[in-house]
């Protein structure tokens, strides 16, 4: 059984460009979740969604940042017009209903 | 919403001593707290968790407490070992049980 399988692992854009960052969960997990962490910080979390609905966006910036979990295919989250602000390492989990959040290794977004 | 505040930030210990973290949380409808280990470069890894029926869980080296009343907990590490060095981070489950909120982490070394 495969992890949690996040792609690009790095992904460097220049300001301005749009950044697609893909998670594909685990089998028979139907719960993703992202968190953005930061240089020696913590996890933060973003957004929560199950198939084809966002149950908690309270972690996403208002603007640039959106996720989508479509009924078929992996978790996206995209961010338009990157800035330098947004470089961080940005990690998916899934989990099935019993809460127990499996991630992956991440993607390192480096906005030059 | 939920606060998690997690302390020390950093730990040293001589390989074979114990290590213990502490945390603790403000929402008292939490009711799940995982500990989770991350190492350089990779996503955080679950190492063991417990919930709000139990006072105590047990997995060889590792152990979790749990205090409802006070609202915290702890990870306790015995007879570290080198490879027990890496980031710790604690989580709580929200009130709503939608998302789990991070502490900061707690950098372990294990010095042999």
């Known amino acids: 059984n495969a992890g949690v399988m996040q792609n690009p692992r790095h992904l460097v854009r220049r300001r301005g460009q749009e950044a697609r960052l893909r998670c594909s969960p685990m089998?028979?997990?139907?719960?993703v979740y992202w968190y953005r962490q930061l240089p020696e910080e913590g996890l933060k979390f973003m957004v929560y969604?199950?198939?084809?609905?966002?149950?908690?966006e309270s972690g996403m910036p208002k603007e640039r940042f959106s996720a989508e979990f479509p009924k078929e295919g992996p978790s996206i989250l995209r961010i338009q017009q990157v800035v330098r602000g947004d470089s961080a390492a940005y990690f998916c989990?899934?989990?099935?209903?019993?809460?127990?959040?499996?991630f992956g290794s991440g993607t390192q977004l480096s906005v030059l | 919403g939920e606060n998690v505040e997690q302390h020390p930030s950093t730990l040293s210990v001589q390989e074979g001593d114990s290590a213990v973290i502490k945390c603790t949380y403000s929402?008292?409808?939490?009711?799940?707290f995982p500990w989770y280990k991350q190492e350089l470069g990779k996503g955080p890894q679950l190492i063991i968790d417990?919930?709000?029926?139990?006072g105590e869980k047990k997995d060889q080296r590792i152990a979790v407490t749990l205090n409802k009343t006070a609202k915290h907990f702890s990870l306790h590490i015995t007879e570290t070992q080198p490879e027990d060095s890496a980031v710790y981070f604690c989580?709580?489950?929200?009130?709503?049980?939608?998302?789990?909120?991070f502490g900061a982490g707690t950098i372990l070394r294990v010095k042999s």
């Open positions: 989990a899934s989990s099935p209903p019993d809460e127990k959040l499996f």
């Open positions: 089998k028979g997990h139907s719960h």
């Open positions: 969604l199950q198939k084809e609905n966002i149950i908690d």
């Open positions: 929402d008292s409808a939490s009711n799940y």
């Open positions: 417990i919930r709000s029926n139990v």
């Open positions: 989580a709580a489950s929200d009130g709503r049980g939608n998302k789990l909120v």
